[in-house]
């Protein structure tokens, strides 16, 4: 049987499986580069590769977040309201991670763990820590158990941030703005358009259809809007760009 923690979990794994095949390539790509002792080529490998996975998955995390309560309630039926919640903190937890994906599987590819190890070293330590003492002291523990992760995720995916553009040579606040910026304005316009017409459906498909059509569309125009001039923002900013794949 599926606690109300394990099905908000399960739908927020899943969604990861979108950047995946990614990073299945990344790795070996990383590798060759380092092996070649190509910095350039490791520096725009990381700025690209960053931007493209945190826009794929920043895509799939807006659906998920606006659709997964009516999903459930399709699926499951009503009552699962802390499963959605759950589904929520813990998509926006993987949101907030995949900004680092391809610096984690970068630094594995060349052979740098160290930080790549710290960073997964505390994880287990932060996440039990708090989510037993975020469990025992709230009357909802499933959700206060995903706050925990979601907390956790902010804590250590911000240190490692700062680590990755050191190690790759690329200014932070350069990274933020080619990277970042799109998908964050993105992500509230497809959050804005996908609850607004999900509010004005009556049948729970048309309402689950809504929402995920609303947030995919709201999220897409942003980000080609401000994304079709991504190349020059990279230019003016300094940054190497190329072609992961």
Known sequence: TLTLYDLGAKLALYSRAVVQGALD???PHAASLGGRRDEAGIRASFVEGTRWVLAAYGLVATV??????PFLALWIGPGREQSAKVL???????LY???NLTGHVM???LGRLRAFTLVMGAYPVL???LGLWAGTVSATPAVAVAGAVLATVVL????LLIILTRSFAVPLGSLLRYCHAPVAAAFVAGLALGFGVRDLAASPVVRLLAAGGGAALGYAAVFLLLGSGGALLAQSDGLEVADVT
Do not use: D, P, R, Y
Not at 88 to 94: T, W
């Open 127 to 129: 996440i039990v820590g």
């Open 64 to 69: 998920a977040m606006v659709a997964g309560g």
């Open 25 to 27: 390539t990344l790795l």
């Open 107 to 109: 630094l594995v590819g």
């Open 97 to 99: 991670q995949a900004q």
């Open 88 to 94: 929520f903190l813990l998509v926006a937890a993987n």
């Open 156 to 159: 250590l995916e911000s240190a």
